[in-house]
């Protein structure tokens, strides 16, 4: 073997050690609670919440769920690196518009009073954006479960929580058109924030529990209230969209 072909020989080495390496140790994300989870095209985005100290996080990444995956060694694929979201928990998310394959972020907690009402996510070229949206002038709301309506493009978007307190308005982003609407609260309940919501078959959007309650606090193992009280579970609304 020649002297250059034996220089050639190492490197080639050298390389499949730092390829071996890499794939050796995959992205390990921080513990979070209160981000959000999205699913485009079999792909789980993960955006966002707070780690156990309650320090707001900027990561994304996603799991692709088209293949199979261990559980006990989730291979996840880091985003982060290109996420302009800025840090921020208790926002909602979903897929809209024209095609239903934009993630869509709104509102959420933030040190940022500047953070955008709205980011979409584009996974086709893998860029965000904060778009520009007409229509009512809104205020930033978080800690609220926010329900699309693929029929017809626009996401639902009913109380949570503000810093000047709990708003009893039903805000609708049109996904398709980018466009703000003020939806009907007639005859809605109590406004509220941390519901559960859904929208059913008969294309009416079912809620239940949450609080509107400042003074409650949770034990973060068991999850138990520890002081204030939850709105009760035995009664659902509706809404007729």
């Keep these: 073997m020649s002297r250059n072909s034996s220089v050639y020989f190492i490197l080639w080495i050298l390389l499949q050690v730092v390829k071996i390496n890499c794939q050796m140790t995959p992205f390990k994300p921080s513990v979070h609670y209160r981000h959000t989870a999205t699913l485009i095209d079999n792909k789980l985005y993960i955006l966002g919440g707070s780690d156990l100290n309650d320090k707001l996080l900027k990561e994304f990444f996603y799991l ?15 985003l982060s690196n290109i996420n302009m979201v800025l840090p921020h928990d208790s926002a909602t998310t979903t897929k809209g518009g024209a095609n239903n394959n934009t993630l869509f972020l709104y509102g959420g907690y933030s040190n940022d ?9 584009d996974p086709q070229h893998i860029a965000w954006n904060p778009p520009k949206i007409t229509g009512i002038n809104t205020e930033i709301k978080y800690e609220l479960t926010g329900v699309m309506n693929y029929n017809n ?21 049109d996904t398709i058109n980018l466009s703000w609407e003020m939806g009907s609260v007639v005859n809605a309940p109590t406004s ?14 079912i809620y239940i529990g949450g609080n509107n309650d400042y003074t409650i606090t949770f034990n973060t ?6 002081k204030g009280t939850a709105l009760t579970l035995s009664e659902v609304y509706f809404v007729n969209i």
């Design 64 to 78: 692709d769920v088209s293949v199979p995956f261990n559980t006990q060694e989730l291979s996840w694929q880091d």
């Design 113 to 121: 009073p500047k953070m955008p009402l709205v980011y979409t996510f």
């Design 153 to 173: 493009g626009k996401f639902y978007l009913w109380s949570g929580n503000t810093a000047a307190g709990f708003p009893n308005n039903m805000l609708i982003l």
């Design 192 to 205: 509220r924030c941390n519901y559960g919501a859904a929208l059913l078959p008969n294309n009416k959007i």
């Design 221 to 226: 193992t068991t999850l138990n209230i520890e």
